[in-house]
């Protein structure tokens, strides 16, 4: 039972990270949009694989004939959550780690 509540603590987590990490992912994608681009150039680097997967997948160019298709947008947002959630997944490993080492160092020094 109590490793059941554990794997969804730490499945919740994860998501939750996940979709910040993508809520965060789409504000400068607002922000690149204005400039004609996916991905803001100071962020290129965080969020290569969001990029990659965008670049990759369907649809090809959210800019239509007559501006940003919302449409071919959305579907870009789409093709880049799997990225966002990896991203989740390794915060909240970290984050994890974090706190068993701090409750190992407190173990220790108490």
Known sequence: MMRNEV???WLLSALSW????HV?????????AGRHALILRSLGVIFMPQAILMYSLPPADP???NGLD???ITGKIVDA??????YGVV????CKMLIRLSKRTRRGNG
Do not use: D, H, K, Y
């Open 70 to 72: 919302l449409l071919r």
């Open 18 to 21: 996940g979709l910040l990490v």
């Open 81 to 86: 959550l799997p990225a966002s959630l990896a």
């Open 24 to 32: 965060f992912f789409v504000c400068q994608l607002i922000f690149a």
């Open 91 to 94: 915060i909240t490993v970290f």
């Open 63 to 65: 800019w239509g004939p």
């Open 7 to 9: 794997r969804r603590n």
